[in-house]
C-alpha cells in the first residue's frame, strides 16, 4: 500500500513488561503501513522497560510517569497524538504485518465510525494459538439502543484491537483514574458505543499473549473457571465502568440512563457467586443483544452448567 496519508499513532501503555515490549514495539516497526509515530507510556515501571526503550529512542516517543494504571497512561498518552486515527496496544501483546493498512484502509469504507476494530487471537507465552479467534460475536453499525436496553451488555473489544478516530475518543478525557487500574479500554470502548458508530472487521490482525502475571491468568484452573476473587472483581469492573461513563457522558452532555441488573456479565458472576437468582440470570441472558435467541438460550445453559464450579469452592 503507497498512501502517504493518513498519520497513525500508536500508543503503547506498559507496566513491568519489558520482557514483552520489544515483541509489540517490533510488530509496530514491522506494519505494511509506515506514515505512523509511536508513543510509549511507561506508568512508572520498576524493572528495565527503559533500557528497552532506550533501544528505540530515535525511532518513537518514550513518555513516562508515575505509576496511576491504564486510565493515567491512557490519559497522558493520548492528548499527545497527532495521527487522524490513534490505535491502542498492550505491551505484551503484538499485531501481524498488515493490521494498520487493513484498519486504514477499513477507517476509509467506514467514515462514520468513531471506533473500529477486529478479532484477535490468543497465544500462550511461547506464541503458541490457544482456542479460537476472539471476539465470536462483532458489534457493527449504531448499537446505543441496544447497549442501553441490555444493560450495556457487549463483548467490549480489548486494547489491541481498537482503532478511533482521534479528534472523536479525545472528547471522553480525562477518563476516571480510581477503583480499578486495568480496563480503562472499556471506557473508551463504552463512550464510543453510547456516542457514534462502530465498524468491526472478522479478520484477524492481533495476536494477545497469555501470561502468569496478566489478570486473566490469575486465579484461573481451566478454560473456564477463575477464582472468586476474579469473578467478584469482575462485578466490580462493570459497575466500576458504568460509573466512569456516566462522569464521561455527563460532561460531555449526554444523557446515560442505565439499568446494571440488564447486564448480562454482571448477573452471570453474581449467579455464579449465589448472589443473583436463576430468573434474573435468564433474564439478563435473553436480554443481551449481540447474539441470536439460540445462542442466548446456548449461552444461558452455559451459565447453568458452570455454576456447579462454585458450589464447593
Not at 22 to 43: R, W
Not at 64 to 77: I, L
Not at 86 to 93: G, I, P, T
Not at 203 to 220: D, P
Request: charged letters at 25%; one cysteine or more.
Amino acid at each position: 500500500m503507497q498512501t502517504q496519508q493518513p498519520l497513525v499513532t500508536v500508543l503503547i501503555n506498559t507496566y513491568n513488561y519489558a520482557r514483552f515490549l520489544p515483541f509489540a514495539i517490533n510488530s509496530v516497526l514491522n506494519q505494511t503501513y509506515k506514515n505512523i509515530e509511536i508513543i510509549v507510556v511507561d506508568d512508572g515501571s520498576t524493572d528495565h522497560t527503559q533500557e528497552v526503550l532506550e533501544h528505540y529512542a530515535d525511532r518513537l516517543r518514550n513518555v513516562r510517569t508515575a505509576n496511576g494504571g491504564q486510565a493515567h497512561a491512557f490519559n497522558v498518552g493520548i492528548p499527545l497524538a497527532r495521527g487522524e486515527l490513534l490505535m491502542l496496544l498492550d505491551a505484551d501483546d503484538a499485531w501481524l504485518p498488515t493490521k494498520v493498512e487493513r484498519m486504514v484502509e477499513f477507517a476509509a469504507e467506514r467514515p462514520n465510525a468513531a471506533m473500529l476494530y477486529h478479532r484477535f487471537q490468543n497465544v500462550d507465552a511461547n506464541g503458541r494459538e490457544v482456542g479460537l479467534p476472539q471476539p465470536q460475536a462483532l458489534t457493527d453499525g449504531d448499537y446505543r439502543k441496544k447497549y442501553l436496553h441490555s444493560g450495556g451488555s457487549w463483548w467490549s473489544p480489548i486494547t489491541s484491537v481498537l482503532a478511533f478516530r482521534s479528534e472523536h475518543i479525545k472528547r471522553a478525557l480525562p477518563i476516571p483514574t480510581y477503583a480499578h487500574r486495568e480496563g480503562a479500554d472499556t471506557v473508551l470502548t463504552d463512550f464510543c458505543a453510547v456516542t457514534a458508530e462502530i465498524a468491526s472487521l472478522a479478520e484477524v490482525l492481533a495476536l494477545r499473549r497469555l501470561h502468569g502475571t496478566n489478570l486473566y491468568a490469575n486465579g484461573r484452573d481451566d478454560r473456564t473457571y477463575r477464582s472468586r476473587e476474579i469473578r467478584e472483581g469482575d462485578v466490580r469492573r462493570v459497575e466500576w465502568r458504568m460509573f466512569s461513563l456516566r462522569q464521561v457522558l455527563t460532561r460531555t452532555g449526554t444523557k446515560f440512563d442505565i439499568n446494571l441488573d440488564h447486564n448480562e456479565w454482571r448477573i452471570t458472576n453474581l449467579y455464579w457467586l449465589g448472589r443473583a437468582s436463576l430468573y434474573k440470570t435468564l433474564w439478563a441472558s435473553l436480554r443481551c443483544p449481540e447474539h441470536s435467541l439460540r445462542d442466548r438460550w446456548q449461552r444461558f445453559r452455559w451459565v447453568m452448567y458452570n455454576k456447579r464450579m462454585y458450589r464447593d469452592r
